[in-house]
């Protein structure tokens, strides 16, 4: 019972270029789930494009998000989890960490558009954990790129080997429908944006019923997919479910999110493929997620919209075993028992109070500050999860204090915000001057804001011009010390106390690399 419990888990995530079509798409499998009844019903993280500089605007959309931070619902024999992550680019860190705590990912990509630079971004991530990935090109229902061109494209730009699970019979104003190559099924296409639709079925019309898929498709396309099915099956190895597990391959489908078309075929073979919660590596041990004593760690903090209530919501992912309300775990960081009267599971689009959830399920924690990013909680052991990396933020700014009177509260809300992972802080170690490192300008916008309402602190920003926060590795002590030494007013301190080198051109850090050959630069913070 407690095994099959998690292994009918599917905990992922849906990534996109933002208008790639992921909140649609989110919705349609809501709609699959029953978990929704109405398309349009799926708010999502999504920061519209006209608000980037409403910062007002941000915070009531933000308001959304902690219920559709997680979407679980059931579907068919499977507990589905899907876990949000913010459309906007400057949130991108968020993104990241939310990737950590899934099993596999669904990449949507515009079938006009091909591969953009945030899927390319956060597919570095998925490439890094070997998280199995699908890919799901949308908008077939529009023009755009020859599909051979886009698995070209798919493969080399997201540096991952390819291969088609269905294929579509034309593209735009001529699109005719999807061949299932998985199940060897015809699925005609009937646009239609409200409700779910079965597409009709033929089941070898490659063959025996090829006469049937000339009628339906015309002789014209129905030769068409022929010879592209015998290139396919030239071209490309048959589809190694292994393959896909290890992250070394990609299964793609063609459809229409906003015409529901191919969302189904998509889930019933992602459901069937897509892996159950996976080992999680932590500095002492492997946890297997059937063991049953239970073991989480704290992806993501959500805090209060409401600044006279600093509460918060601790994500937590349950790596292994079972969690249940009213019971004592164990905070690793700070060595305390801690038990949780109101956790809540986050099934559709509520948030509700659970008694129990088990490994690939995530629980919102309430809390008033016992938790940071990266925390593990455990029934006594003592563990420390690995995989939540510090990347390099692409945006610098020296951090001052704006008003003498309130240099605690600046202190504390800076502090605070940092273990919340709204963004990172660096020490320059020559100086103590306070670095924030950010994905994008909104970044400082939202600290800038936050440290006035809830603190009531004022901040002021200071340029600094750097190009990339440097984690080092090496075997040889002495050519590190001799390293900082040399370049003493560029060594910072991240939030851990680890030593960090904030290089402030490509060129300096290329010196670097060729002076310093024992030391290796990362830009994340695990290697
Ligand atoms: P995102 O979360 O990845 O940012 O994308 P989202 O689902 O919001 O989709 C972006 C736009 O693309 C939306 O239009 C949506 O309706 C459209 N779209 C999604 N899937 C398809 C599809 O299969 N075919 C076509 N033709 N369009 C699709 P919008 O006008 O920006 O927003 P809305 O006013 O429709 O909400």
């Not at 950010?438 to 800038?448: A, D």
Request: hydrophobic letters at 35%.
């Amino acid at each position: 019972m407690f095994d099959s419990e998690i292994g009918r888990r599917r905990t992922f995530a849906i990534i996109s270029h933002p208008d790639a079509g992921k909140t649609t798409l989110t919705e349609k499998l809501l709609l699959y789930g029953g978990a929704i009844h109405v398309a349009g019903a799926v708010k999502s993280n999504k920061i519209k494009k006209t608000a980037t500089s409403d910062w007002m605007e941000i915070e009531k959309q933000r308001g959304i998000s902690v219920a559709t931070s997680v979407m679980g619902f059931e579907y068919r024999d499977y507990k589905i989890n899907i876990l949000d992550t913010p459309g906007h680019q400057d949130f991108a860190e968020d993104t990241f960490r939310t990737l950590t705590a899934v099993d596999s990912v669904i990449i949507v990509i515009d079938a006009a558009k091909g591969v953009e630079t945030q899927t390319r971004r956060l597919m570095e991530v998925c490439r890094m954990r070997k998280t199995p990935v699908m890919v799901f090109v949308n908008k077939m229902d529009r023009e755009g790129k020859d599909p051979f061109d886009l698995l070209d494209e798919i493969e080399q730009e997201l540096k991952i080997s390819v291969r088609p699970l269905s294929w579509p019979i034309n593209i735009g104003a001529k699109f005719k429908g999807v061949y299932n190559i998985y199940r060897q099924t015809l699925d005609l296409y009937t646009p239609n944006k409200q409700t779910i639709s079965e597409s009709f079925k033929l089941t070898d019309p490659l063959n025996t019923e090829f006469d049937v898929l000339q009628q339906y498709v015309g002789e014209q396309d129905a030769d068409k997919l022929r010879q592209d099915l015998e290139l396919i099956n030239g071209v490309y190895a048959d589809f190694d479910v292994n393959d896909y597990l290890k992250g070394d391959l990609a299964p793609v489908f063609f459809g229409s999110a906003l015409n529901t078309f191919g969302v189904k075929e998509l889930l019933d073979c992602f459901v069937e493929i897509a892996p159950s919660p996976r080992p999680v590596e932590s500095l002492e041990r492997k946890v297997v997620p059937t063991e049953p004593a239970f073991t989480g760690f704290v992806f993501k903090i959500h805090a209060n919209m409401d600044p006279n209530h600093r509460s918060c919501i601790a994500f937590v992912k349950i790596c292994s075993g079972k969690f249940e309300r009213n019971v004592y775990y164990h905070h690793v960081r700070l060595g305390k028992d801690m038990r949780f009267s109101a956790p809540t599971a986050f099934m559709a689009q509520k948030k509700e109070t659970v008694d129990e959830a088990y490994a690939g399920d995530i629980v919102g924690l309430p809390d008033t500050g016992n938790f940071k990013i990266g925390d593990t909680l455990t029934a006594g052991e003592i563990l420390h999860f690995k995989g939540l990396p510090s990347f390099s933020p692409e945006m610098f700014k020296y951090i001052e204090n704006a008003d003498p009177m309130k240099q605690k509260q600046l202190e504390k809300g800076i502090h605070q915000l940092m273990d919340e992972g709204v963004a990172q802080l660096f020490v320059n170690q020559a100086t103590g001057r306070k670095i924030i490192g950010t994905v994008g300008q909104l970044q400082f916008e939202v600290i800038q804001y936050r440290l006035e309402h809830e603190y009531q602190a004022k901040c002021r920003w200071e340029p600094i011009s750097l190009y990339k926060a440097c984690w080092m590795e090496t075997d040889d002590e002495r050519e590190l010390d001799n390293f900082k030494k040399r370049k003493a007013q560029y060594m910072a301190y991240d939030k851990e106390g680890r030593d960090v080198f904030l290089a402030d051109s490509q060129y300096v850090l290329n010196m670097a690399q060729q002076d310093f050959q024992h030391i290796k630069f990362h830009f994340t913070s695990e290697f």
